[in-house]
């Protein structure tokens, strides 16, 4: 009988701590991830898919405007260069 008892408050503790393994904000935020284009509906998938884009074609945009500016710098940097050495 004692040893029954044991059994059962092992099985019980193992549940606990399996549903506290559930409830860590690891595990929701994993489910989230895994599971949640499947629940948005068509709508709202769209509406994501398009949110996503938006912002890649923003960090795009961005990343060409950094390099024109990193070329455009540079150019100035190579003509002041040269003008610096016509002087002299």
Avoid at 41 to 50: F, L, W
Wanted: aromatic letters at 4%; a positive charge; charged letters at 50%.
């Amino acid at each position: 009988r004692r040893h029954e008892s044991r059994k059962q408050r092992k099985q019980r503790a193992d549940a606990r701590e399996m549903l506290d393994e559930a409830c860590s904000p690891a595990a929701s935020f994993a489910l989230i991830t895994l599971w949640r284009p499947r629940h948005l509906s068509p709508e709202d998938n769209r509406r994501v898919g398009a949110e996503r884009a938006r912002v890649r074609s923003r960090r795009t945009n961005e990343r060409r405007e950094r390099e024109e500016l990193r070329h455009e710098s540079k150019c100035e940097k190579e003509r002041d260069e040269a003008t610096d050495t016509d002087v002299w």
